[in-house]
């Protein structure tokens, strides 16, 4: 099982609709999560941090469900512009390691 | 601010050729990191520097050599490369590297090529 895992998708929606996208994870001792979205041939960008108690910013939310090991992402009235690459990054610290993983992303396509 | 800023944008370089990656942030981040990052597929961690001591190094050949000469600064020394080691080089730093503020923001990366 890979440590942190993502639908590649792609997934193609009607701009207006709502999508949601999971992430899982395997290590139960991870610490941070955060949601970035990358554009073709662009660096990524950060998108949210995922925070125990949920977090919204305008159209986008993020859950986090520990017991279940995984975080979503929730995006509302989806836009053109909202078509990228969204990654998933799980960070961990053990005994004398350090963690940081990605998630091989899921690509979301909105169309009109 | 937000702005981590890398340069070159773009380098082709010889197999023999000896060059470096250079990127800058004022955001008083104490940790930076490279990544290197294939079409199609998320970033791969190459190197974090921490309070300017290198904390991870995953594995990378030597020819892949990094340096942190202050808080604000990191390069990465490339020698004798491969062509297989062609592909988009990115920078990141975060306030810290462990705790809160873990958030890493990306330069807009190098794309080498080498021939």
């Known amino acids: 099982r890979k440590e942190v895992e993502q639908d590649p998708g792609p997934f193609n929606v009607p701009e207006g609709a709502t999508v949601a996208f999971n992430c899982t994870y395997s290590?139960?001792?991870?610490?941070?999560f955060f949601w970035y979205r990358q554009d073709c041939r662009k660096e990524p960008k950060l998108l949210m941090s995922?925070?125990?108690?949920?977090n919204e910013d305008g159209r986008f939310t993020a859950q986090l469900n520990r017991a279940s090991q995984y975080i979503s992402l929730l995006i509302r009235d989806s836009k053109l512009s909202d078509s990228a690459t969204y990654l998933c990054v799980v960070t961990a610290i053990g005994d004398s390691n350090y963690q940081l993983i990605w998630g091989a992303g899921t690509k979301l396509i909105i169309k009109p | 601010d937000t702005e981590v800023t890398q340069t070159p944008k773009h380098l082709v370089m010889g197999m023999t050729n000896k060059k470096s990656l250079k990127c800058e942030q004022h955001m008083g981040h104490r940790a930076m990191y490279w990544y290197k990052q294939k079409a199609k597929k998320p970033p791969e961690l190459m190197f974090v520097y921490s309070y300017e001591k290198l904390s991870i190094n995953e594995s990378v050949p030597s020819r892949f050599s990094p340096e942190c000469p202050n808080s604000s600064l990191l390069n990465l020394h490339l020698h004798a490369l491969q062509p297989e080691d062609s592909a988009l080089y990115l920078c990141?730093?975060?306030?810290?590297?462990?705790?809160?503020?873990?958030?890493?923001?990306f330069g807009q990366g190098t794309r080498l090529t080498v021939v």
């Open positions: 995922v925070y125990s108690s949920g």
């Open positions: 990141a730093s975060s306030r810290t590297l462990t705790g809160l503020n873990t958030e890493a923001f």
């Open positions: 290590n139960s001792a991870s610490q941070s």
